[in-house]
């Protein structure tokens, strides 16, 4: 039996977690050391049983614990080639950095990057393979759904998928037209349409559970993220907790582990 939780979520920080019997792994350390920490004892984890870190791009939502956590506890970092270049100011001489290869076994789980769109040097999500063959895969920070994500995400049972802002509240918000522009191309994050769009094709291919990730505190809110996936999910016929089971993560969540 496996372990997933995203322990936070958004703008203000990432990290997700994945454990097993053999151990555990983090995606993305962007919050703490120490706020990682309390997060994972308030769940009954040991940090000391963490394998390993992958991080997706080197934005420091995603960065900002990995030097530290990384030390502390002898972690190896993995990440794109383009992502070990753009961390050189989250890491040190000191930190295990790693070059994510094709695929790595870690704790039981087997991980695979997936090439995403967004305005970093190499951005990936990542698929993992439990030993049973079931699939998790996290993705968050793309503008738009490839056929490679779209095909990653549609063979998995457990999706964590970003659902970052709303248009309306986006356009009719305080951020520069600029910025705006920037987080609706093609480099940059997902609208709620855009996840809901892609939710139906997920669930009827077989995902069970779907976690809406990565929400903008200032252009989104969990209300509205949930409801429109929920509306989208149920015009293809499909039926919270009977065809499918819904999660919004929050920015620091207090959501329990889900076990898969």
């Given at each position: 039996m496996a372990q997933f939780c995203p322990l936070f979520s958004g703008s203000s920080g990432n990290c997700?977690?994945?454990?097993?019997?053999?151990?555990?792994i983090l995606i993305d350390a962007g919050v703490s050391a120490k706020r990682i920490e309390t997060a994972l004892l308030s769940r009954q984890i040991n940090p000391s049983a963490l394998k390993a870190i992958f991080v997706t791009h080197e934005h420091t939502d995603h960065t900002n614990g990995?030097?530290?956590?990384?030390?502390?506890?002898?972690?190896?970092?993995?990440?794109?080639?383009?992502?070990?270049?753009?961390?050189?100011?989250?890491?040190?001489?000191?930190?295990?950095?790693?070059?994510?290869?094709?695929?790595?076994?870690?704790?039981?789980?087997?991980?695979?990057?997936?090439?995403?769109?967004?305005?970093?040097?190499?951005?990936?999500?990542?698929e993992m393979t439990l030993a049973d063959g079931r699939k998790?895969?996290?993705?968050?920070?793309?503008?738009?759904?490839?056929?490679?994500?779209?095909?990653?995400?549609?063979?998995?049972?457990?999706?964590?998928l970003e659902s970052n802002h709303d248009v309306g509240m986006l356009r009719n918000g305080s951020y520069p037209y600029v910025l705006q522009e920037r987080i609706l191309g093609d480099h940059g994050h997902l609208s709620n349409d855009t996840c809901a769009a892609l939710l139906p094709y997920l669930v009827e291919g077989g995902v069970t559970h779907i976690v809406l990730g990565h929400l903008s505190r200032e252009n989104n809110t969990p209300e509205l993220a949930r409801r429109t996936a929920v509306t989208r999910l149920a015009q293809a016929g499909l039926r919270e907790n009977l065809d499918y089971?819904?999660?919004?993560a929050q920015p620091e969540s207090d959501q329990p582990l889900m076990r898969v």
């Open positions: 997700t977690y994945l454990g097993t019997a053999a151990g555990g990995v030097r530290v956590l990384a030390k502390r506890y002898g972690l190896p970092v993995y990440a794109s080639a383009g992502t070990l270049t753009g961390m050189e100011r989250a890491v040190d001489v000191t930190t295990d950095l790693r070059l994510m290869p094709q695929e790595v076994d870690i704790a039981g789980v087997g991980v695979r990057a997936v090439a995403l769109s967004h305005d970093a040097r190499q951005p990936t999500g990542y998790l895969a996290v993705v968050t920070d793309t503008g738009i759904v490839t056929d490679e994500i779209r095909r990653t995400l549609m063979r998995c049972d457990v999706v964590l089971r819904l999660y919004v």
